[in-house]
Structure formats: structure tokens, C-alpha cells
């Protein structure tokens, strides 16, 4: 398949730059994947499409605040680095691996303070500005006398494409909570604000690892969970730190070709027993998000935990073959792309997805490329709002 077929006319002004006045304020397109029918609702409606007993599971990961502000302590030179997501071999915070803007070196140190000796004019006088002078003492002592400044960051490693590892003196998570700002989708054009802090994560969010959002939840509020749990449908949680790669366009020629980048996963028990019962007494699972799809299709084909496999739940006589496998943790590199046949969920709610995407490609392999590229031609006509901070679509 030509990835070049995966595509759609998006106009910029459909792309959502900043999210809904009110979160949850959303639209939400339903797409019934056998039939190809098209209904406009809300997002606060999602709780009509939904049945008592389905098995309804959320991405609970937090975005770290990754994108940080830095400057080179041999010049003063600025350069920005994003913190990327936790893996399971990450067992500090202290040596990490981190995407970088400009030009840097091995051995480069930067500081989130900018060194005194840059803002020094000719003349060799301190600039004046009462907004700088806050440990200005301290910082000139640890840029003239080679002292460990707070947030002092060294490159320890090239890897290439923009990639480095770096070590820090400070919990470099630590360091984002305090000096950071959430990592923004590029194509945004801007900066990132206080409100997006709020706003570019879910309400439900818990683990810190993700260096970019599971988009899907992001209208999700407390007052529709709760109308959703009231019905009787139950909701679960599973953790996949989300990469930057999940949103990157594919740049091969065949859509066969990309190479899928890994994403760190973990599935609490009660969430494998509830989908096994959902699965045992046909019930749906709903899956909120391409991450949770991810996650759950991945740990179906992996299968590698005694938890869930015949005889570790308790199910009704007869039906022990159609309980699920999973593991509970690991590393998701599962590419789904049209022709993949789905083992778990039984419902999508997805976002409006960049052409040529690998999270398009899921949606696609979920729908039918022609359901959902009709799908997107009416979302473009109706003016829904794109991409993270845009309107959803449900496929059932």
C-alpha cells in the first residue's frame, strides 16, 4: 500500500490551536464502520453510545511539562531540548534522552539560568533589570568559579536525528515540573501557556512519563465519567507513556516500510479481569484513544502473563476460550495500518488525525479506509475542528 493513498485535503483553519473554552465543549462525529453511516453529536454524548457492562479504558499517563528553555554556559547561547518519554530501562530521571533544537556537542553544558558573563555589556557592568536579580550572586559565582549550578545539564551523547543523551545534576523530571512548559504539537505555531498546562492533559491523568498527550481524553471530564459509570458501563485504566513519534508523519513510500517507534506500558490486573469478563460475557470494550488501542492489541499479540489465560479468571462454564492474554507490562512497537485484524476492543474513540499518519493508519485499519475517508470529507465540510486540541470521533 502507497502511504500517499492515506491522505486528505486539511485546511489550516480547521487545525485547532488552542482547546475549547470549556473542556469538553466538543462535537463528535459517530461513524458505524459497518455501514458507513455518518451522525453528528457531541462529545458530551458519548454516555448514549455507550451500554451497561462495556468496558470502558482510559490512558492515565501525565505529559511531563518536557519542554525546556536552556543556555549554554560557555556563551550563553539559548537552545531548547524536550525531555522524551519513559521507558522501562529508564530507572532515573538523571541520565535521560532528550530531543534538541540548535546546535550542540558532547561535553556541552547547559543551565536553565542564563550565565551572567551573556548578559554583561562592553563595559563589563551587570544589565539592570530587577527581573534577573534573584540568585545573581550565586549564578555569577557558578559561571566564574566552575561550581554545579542548579539545572546543570551535560550532553553525553549524539544519537543522531536531533537526539541526545544528556545527564543532569537535578531529577530532570523534577526540573520540568519547576522550569518547564508542556511540549506543544509544532504545527500549533506557538507557544506554550499557562493554561495549556491544564489544558494539554487529562483530568485523570496520574504517572508522569509522556512527552506528548493521549489527545482522545482530552474533552473527557469528571462529570461524564460519572454519567458514564452511573449507566452501569465500568471504567478502567491502563499507562502508555506517549512518544512524539506517534504523531510523525510516515516518510517511506510504502506504507508497509515505516518502522514504528516503542512505547512503555503497563495494565493493572483489574483492568485485564474487567475486559476478560466484558470479553466472556459479550460485552464491548471501548478503547479511548489510538494509545489504549496500542496498548491492548500489543499486549494481546505479546501475551507473554499467566494473568488472564484459562483458569485464572473466574468466567462462566463454557466460555474459557474467549478470555484475553496479556502482559502486564512492556514495550509497545505494534504498527497497525489497513488489513490488521483486531483481537480486543470493540469501539474507538479517536481524534481527527494528520494525513499520512501513523494514528491515521490505525483509524483507517479500525474503519475502513473509505468509511473514514468519507468520514473526514463530511468533518471537513461541517468544519469540526483537527488534530489534539480538535473534536473526537466515535466508531462502533
Known sequence: MKVSEFSYHLPQELIAAHPPKTR????????????????????????????????????????????LKLFKVSNGAEREIIVLEKHSHDNNWYQHHVMYRGSLRVGDRLSVHQPISARLPKNGEVVSDESRNDGHEERRRNCAGGQTAAGDIKVTELLGNGIAVVSSNIDLLKLTQQHGMPPLPPYMRRDATPED????????????GSAAAPTASLNMTKELLCKIQRKGVIVKYLTLHVGLGTFLPIRTQNV???????????????????????????????????????????????????????????????????????????????????????????????NFHAPKSTVLMLAAAYAGWDNLHAAYKHAVAEKYNFLSYGDSMLII
Do not use: C, W
Not at 453511516?37 to 492515565?60: H, T, W
Not at 498546562?197 to 508522569?208: C, E, M, N, S
Not at 489510538?290 to 501475551?303: C, H, N, P, Q, W
Open 24 to 67: 469538553g465543549d466538543a462535537r463528535l462525529l459517530v461513524l458505524n464502520r459497518q455501514t458507513g453511516a455518518i451522525l453528528d453529536s457531541k462529545y458530551a454524548n458519548l454516555v448514549d453510545f455507550l451500554q451497561p457492562g462495556d468496558v470502558l479504558v482510559l490512558n492515565d499517563t501525565k505529559v511531563m511539562k518536557s519542554r
Open 197 to 208: 498546562i491544564k489544558r494539554y492533559q487529562t483530568v485523570f491523568a496520574h504517572d508522569p
Open 256 to 350: 508497509e516500510d515505516h518502522d514504528i517507534h516503542t512505547e512503555y506500558f503497563t495494565i493493572p490486573a483489574d483492568t485485564i479481569e474487567a475486559i476478560n469478563t466484558a470479553k466472556s460475557t459479550d460485552h464491548r470494550v471501548v478503547a479511548i484513544g489510538t494509545t489504549v488501542t496500542r496498548t491492548l492489541e500489543y499486549a494481546y499479540k505479546d501475551g507473554s502473563s499467566q494473568l488472564g489465560r484459562h483458569g485464572d479468571s473466574a468466567l462462566p462454564t463454557g466460555v474459557e476460550g474467549r478470555n484475553v492474554s496479556f502482559p502486564q507490562e512492556g514495550e509497545a512497537d505494534i504498527y497497525i495500518y489497513p488489513g490488521y485484524k483486531f483481537k480486543v476492543i470493540d469501539v474507538l474513540l479517536t
